[in-house]
């Protein structure tokens, strides 16, 4: 890790009464499962979109003793994960990490990883729209209103119109869940597939948007449930093959174009996890390194 | 009272480091509830208060927190500490405080004055600090919620069993109400609204 | 054989080398300095500072040759710097009755207390290009000083109305003036906005979104029959009254411009008829800004003044939430940034609900 840290930035860079504000703002979140709080969000060095909301979460949360590990799209290598990690070990000399197990605070864009999170985790989201009702009705005041009274109506009479015409609810990521029986909440652009991994889950989950000006949580061991109905239950989804790389059948898959044929591939999206399977010795259909027995193959 | 006289206790060794722990601290707090806590780098603290309470109040409150005290370890002392070290207004008017200290023989009839948000905004409710003389896990008083695996047992040996009435009726007002800690020594635990008793 | 693309860090590294490079531009060709970019492109400079709601010249030239003319990046570098810096305390009130004038004209009165001054204006120029610009190096002719030196005492337009009583007071009767004014970069937006942060919001906010939205009141969307009062250009002089001393100090200089706007007037059986008020400033020499501004001020008063909402204008979630053009602009370029997974997940769908779609066809068909 370098030393370089700009002396002109306090560590973490946010100054420390911004730190105040977003840790009060964190502990009224914590305190109430899946309401949005507001804060008052800062202007960041980063533009609004590419995680500011996490970014300030993280700055607010992280000490000199953390491990940071950060991912978009699953993946440490996309090329937000590593601004934001560089931005970290810049103004806060920061130990960062890929590997899931040993990061003691986790960034997110779009993913929950694949490893089974621990107490000693935290795993931060980057939100766009925090508000789940946002897209059904566009004005805060309504929506605010909304939650105050448990007016959730909206929201089933949205996913039911989906089951009337496709057949079933057509929203495959920020999949609306209510958390702790009271609060609907919008878990990020995640895709569904990662919905189930939020029901009490061990590690505590905070949520960043710094455009929306909105800090919530979900403290470790809460119920987080996806919302259905009895005849129409909540599904992940399933791909036909595994991945190609690790053979997995149980890990979100990335589809990538190989050719202009129609030649394509599904490779796990949390890289850290494909290649722990890998030097575990498990071999896909493509791997690198063939030598070793194939123990899945695709159809 | 003339703030310009510097504290006679120091705050924290290094402000920066040391606030960020014991939010970290606070935060494992809130998110598991009725678990006691140990804060790893206390400040200095004025007397009439722990040093957890002391850590805490230096940690989250400043300017912008009204903190209310109550008459029992509202000493000069003390507000020139909080002056001194976090900026922090203290007020008289306990609907008004952000975050509000009793001691361990406060009179906790100003809980009912303190805020518990609105239905629009429930978060903007005072969070209660209350400085005891000890933290136990021996089983007693035993809590089901949100952050808690089955049920997570705590209690405050001595304090006036009072105070369980007034958690069971804050935690009836969900999502509205107050949010607790209680501090003894270098020690704490949490008690956000959430928080259910059981028997 | 397929390995997974990697080497992120090295790619962000070159490539913000190439942006520095193609930022010099031919290196045959002069550097730009701040000087040349604060002196000759100062209206670049003004937007900057007004929508980065920073007054420092320097800064915003300098951020205007970072960002390669870019001006929305521009104004990005000048509020995340802003951010950074300590805050001293808040000013006291700008009287801009006591403006040091380089213009001021009115569209109400052909001639008023002050008198008429065109100043440093487009408004009459032909706009042919000047070819004559493009050969370096040509002093222009010097301005000839007015005959008679300005008035001393310029009244601001809308008092001279006011005295009259035909005109709404500029504060209400029960306006407390030592209220503390709200600060959006400090506290989130809440809905509904009193006025001195929906001002403060337009202030910041996107020229050419505000002179959309004022524009669309010209054309009937909740129209509201403005005249320009007056818009001045000048120096006012900033003061802060520390606590310690209890009393006022200059801290120095700043250009801007303000408009206001006589509108409509209103009136009814208790009341008698009275004309209403809309207000831009804006730091350096911004015209089309404030008086946009002051179109959407008034437009935005409707509720106050008993108007029905009928426009997005008039509509303060909507202006307030949109007008930020370092959020929007982040905001709608985020969506370049990857989101394989987000479409992965639709393309599952789509791809189910066709199988399925075709699985139905199949079987009504035997």
């Not at chain 2, 304090?159 to 020690?187: C, E, H, K, M």
């Not at chain 3, 009193?194 to 009937?220: H, K, M, P, V």
Request: charged share 25%; proline share 6%; net charge negative.
């Amino acid at each position: 890790m370098s030393n370089s840290a700009a002396p002109s930035y306090n560590f973490a860079y946010l100054d420390e009464q911004t730190k105040r504000m977003i840790r009060r703002a964190l502990l009224k979140a914590v305190a109430i499962p899946g309401y949005q709080v507001p804060f008052a969000s800062r202007e960041m060095p980063m533009p609004y979109g590419w995680g500011t909301g996490g970014i300030q979460v993280t700055a607010a949360v992280i000490g000199p003793d953390d491990c940071l590990k950060v991912i978009d799209q699953g993946s440490d290598d996309t090329t937000n994960a590593v601004s934001i990690r560089k931005f970290f070990a810049k103004v806060g000399d920061i130990e960062t990490t890929e590997e899931t197990e040993r990061a003691t605070v986790i960034q997110t864009r779009h993913r929950i990883p694949e490893t089974e999170l621990t107490e000693d985790q935290i795993l931060v989201y980057q939100v766009p729209i925090p508000e789940p009702l946002r897209f059904l009705e566009p004005k805060e005041t309504e929506t605010r209103k909304m939650h105050a009274l448990e007016e959730y109506g909206l929201m089933h009479v949205k996913l039911y119109e989906d089951i009337s015409q496709h057949g079933e609810i057509a929203t495959t990521y920020a999949y609306p869940v209510k958390v702790d029986g009271r609060y609907v909440m919008d878990p990020s652009p995640t895709p569904k597939f990662d919905n189930p991994k939020m029901n009490n889950m061990a590690a505590l989950q905070l949520f960043g948007a710094g455009r929306e000006k909105r800090i919530y949580a979900i403290p470790p061991y809460t119920e987080v449930v996806s919302l259905d109905f009895d005849d129409h239950p909540f599904s992940i989804q399933k791909w036909d093959e595994p991945c190609a790389l690790c053979g997995t059948r149980d890990s979100f898959l990335d589809e990538v174009i190989l050719d202009d044929q129609g030649g394509r591939m599904f490779v796990c999206s949390d890289s850290h996890h494909c290649a722990k399977r890998q030097a575990e010795g498990h071999r896909g259909a493509l791997s690198a390194d063939p030598a070793l027995e194939t123990e899945e193959v695709a159809p | 009272m003339n703030y310009s006289t510097s504290p006679s206790a120091l705050g924290f060794d290094n402000p920066v480091f040391d606030a960020t722990a014991t939010f970290r601290t606070v935060l494992e707090a809130m998110s598991r509830p009725a678990t006691i806590q140990s804060i790893r780098h206390v400040p200095d603290a004025p007397s009439g208060i722990g040093p957890a309470t002391a850590a805490v109040l230096l940690a989250l409150a400043d300017m912008d927190t009204p903190v209310w005290l109550a008459p029992e370890v509202a000493s000069d002392t003390l507000r020139t500490y909080l002056h001194f070290h976090a900026g922090c207004p203290v007020t008289d008017a306990p609907e008004a405080a952000v975050f509000a200290l009793l001691g361990r023989e406060s009179d906790l009839g100003v809980i009912d004055k303190l805020a518990i948000g609105s239905a629009e905004y429930p978060d903007r409710s005072a969070t209660v600090i209350i400085d005891c003389e000890s933290l136990s896990s021996d089983p007693g008083q035993n809590f089901t919620g949100p952050g808690i695996k089955d049920t997570a047992s705590f209690d405050i040996p001595g304090f006036p069993p009072a105070i369980w009435y007034l958690v069971d009726r804050n935690q009836a007002l969900f999502p509205l109400g107050l949010d607790w800690i209680f501090t003894a020594g270098s020690q704490l635990a949490a008690l956000p609204r959430t928080s259910k008793r059981g028997s | 054989m397929y390995v997974a693309v990697k080497g992120g860090e090295k790619a962000i590294d070159n490539a913000h080398k190439y942006l520095a490079e193609e930022r010099r531009g031919a290196t045959d060709v002069a550097e730009l300095s701040l000087s040349q970019i604060s002196e000759q492109l100062s209206h670049a400079v003004s937007r900057v500072m007004a929508e980065g709601s920073l007054y420092d010249k320097d800064l915003a030239a300098l951020a205007i040759k970072q960002a390669r003319g870019d001006l929305i990046e521009a104004i990005f570098l000048i509020r995340a710097y802003r951010t950074t810096l300590p805050r001293f305390g808040y000013s006291a009130p700008l009287d801009t009755s006591e403006m040091d004038l380089d213009r001021r004209i009115s569209a109400t009165f052909k001639d008023l207390p002050g008198g008429q001054v065109l100043g440093p204006t487009f408004d009459y120029t032909h706009r042919l290009l000047d070819f004559a610009l493009a050969a370096e190096g040509l002093e222009p002719q010097k301005a000839e000083a007015a005959e008679a030196p300005l008035d001393e005492e310029v009244p601001r337009v809308l008092e001279l109305l006011n005295a009259e009583g035909l005109i709404e007071q500029s504060a209400p009767a029960d306006y407390d003036d030592t209220a503390p004014v709200g600060d959006l970069t400090r506290e989130p937006l809440e809905f509904p906005a009193d006025r001195d942060l929906r001002l403060q919001n337009l202030a910041r906010g996107d020229e050419g979104f505000i002179l959309a939205l004022g524009y669309s009141t010209q054309r009937g969307y909740a129209r509201n029959h403005a005249f320009v009062g007056e818009v001045r250009l000048g120096d006012v002089t900033v003061e802060v009254i520390p606590e310690e001393l209890g009393f006022a100090i200059e801290i120095g200089d700043i250009t801007i411009t303000e408009c206001e706007t006589v509108n409509q007037f209103q009136g009814s059986k208790t009341a008698p008829a009275q004309f209403t008020r809309g207000y831009g400033l804006a730091f350096g020499h911004s015209e089309r800004k404030v008086i946009s501004m002051a179109l959407v001020d008034r437009a935005l008063r409707c509720h106050e003044l008993g108007e029905d909402q009928v426009a997005p204008v008039q509509d303060d979630e909507f202006v307030l939430s949109h007008s930020d053009n370092i959020q929007a602009t982040g905001f709608v370029e985020h969506i370049k940034l990857p989101h394989y997974v987000d479409f992965q997940s639709e393309l599952e769908l789509v791809r189910r609900l066709r199988r399925n779609a075709e699985d139905n066809i199949r079987e009504a068909a035997e």
